[in-house]
Structure formats: C-alpha cells, structure tokens
C-alpha cells in the first residue's frame, strides 16, 4: 500500500469513526489554535486592505489639495471685465498667498512613511507568515493519519503473531511456524517505519504549534498598529492644516446661503384654472 493511499483509506476510516480499538492520534492543540489564528486573520486582513486604500488616498488627496490650493478662485463679471479692460486685477487663489507648500509635501511623506514601515509592513509580515504556517497544515495532518494507519498495520499484523503462537501452543506445525517467521519479520519492518514516521510527525507537529505560538503572541502587536495609523494620520493632518495657515470659518457658518433658486420653476407661467 503505498502513502497516499494510506491517509486517504485513514481519513475515512477516522471520519466514519470506524477507527477500532486504535485511537486517532490527537490534533485538537494545533488545529484550534490553527482556527483561531484563521479567525483573526480574516479580520486582520480586511483591515490591511483598507489601510493600504487610506494610504493611497491620502497620498491622492495631498497632490490633489495642494493643486486646489494654487488654483484661481472663480471670479465676477464686473472683476473680469476690469482684467479684460487692461485694469490691474490681482488674482485671488484657494490657498490665499502664504502656502507653505514645502510642509504640505513633508506632512504627506510624514505619514506615507510611517504607514508603510510601522504598520502595513508589519501587518503584512504576519499574513504572510500564516499563509506560511497554514499551509504546513496539511503537511502534519498527511503525517498524523500515515502514523495511525501503520499503528493499524502493526496492531494487525501483531494480532496475526498472536494467533500463530496460539495454534504452536497446541502442537507443532511447520507451515503455521513458517508463516509465523514470516510475519514477524513483516511486522519488525512495519514497527520500523512506524517509528520513523511517528518521529518525523512529532518533529511536524512541533514545529507547527511553536510558529502557531509566535503568531499569536506577536498578533498582540496589532493594537500599537492601530494606535499608529490613527496618530500619525491625525498629526500629518494637523501638520497640512498648519501648513495651509489660520483661516476664519465662513460667518455665520450656514449652507442656506447655497441654495439655488430653481428658475424655470419661478419664472414659468402656471395653468389657469378652468
């Protein structure tokens, strides 16, 4: 029987629960910690892609403000007219006439570097390395249900000596005595490979509970992470704010003063009655 016909023949048997008097070699340390791991990730991954949009996005705002900044406010006929006529108009812009263009640029670079190097670097690390981790998954489960099966094999091949020597108690019989030599030699050979599979499992599974255990420990980091995002996104703003300058709220601040007037609603002639 070759490997991988042993796993998947011990996958059923332990799924179907017909495993005998063999117990499963146990897996429930690993995989919940596998699972809770998984769990994490998931959540931890969804806000990796929205910090790296935010990240982009500022990025986009910052070139994207800073050219509305040195753009010309709109202006009124009577102002225009005066431009046309040769009279001297001073152009009025968004930003008014003392950017500090230079602190916008670095306010920006500020929090693009942090966010890159504090927080998605790391975060990436981590998902990177449980993609890692869980894809050795497989490759202990592989070896636990090849361990179980040989313990079958063995324990079957043990029942068969047993039975040899049960039948010799009652009296000599070349042909059972063969076949007894002949199985043991078969189960020593099977108790070997037993061994070094049970060896090779529990160095597998070792290894993986003990990266398990590192993600979890460093998934406590994620906290700082957040912490960083929030701070250094609040102080690269504060920092373009003061870049822009003070500037004095519009008075009273209130829309209303926005609200068009629908023309062709007003100036339309309304049907008489009848």
Known sequence: MNVFTRRVKEKVRQSTGFTGSIEPTPNDEYMKMVKSCGDFQTELKKTYTKLSTM?????????????????????????SAAASG??????????????????LSAANMAVSHKLESEVL???????????????SVKKVEDLRLEVDSRRHTVADLSAQVDKYRAKLNKGPDPKVENNMEETIKKLQHK??????TQERFNEASSVLKNNLEKLI????????????AFKEQA????????????????????LSSLTISDQDTESSPQPESP
């Open 55 to 79: 990240k982009s996005a500022t990025d986009e705002f910052a070139v994207h403000a800073k050219k509305l900044l040195h753009t010309a406010l709109p202006q009124t006929y009577s102002e």
């Open 86 to 103: 040769g009279a001297a108009q001073q152009i009025k812009y968004v930003g008014g006439s003392k950017i500090d263009d230079e602190g």
């Open 121 to 135: 670097v790391p975060i990436k690390k981590w998902l990177d390395s449980y993609d890692s981790v869980k894809s």
């Open 191 to 196: 108790e070997g490979k037993l061994t070094l």
């Open 217 to 228: 420990t460093t998934a406590g980091d994620t906290k700082y992470y957040m912490s960083v």
């Open 235 to 254: 102080t690269a703003y504060d920092a373009a704010a003061k870049a822009i300058g003070d500037v004095d709220p519009p008075t009273p601040l209130d």
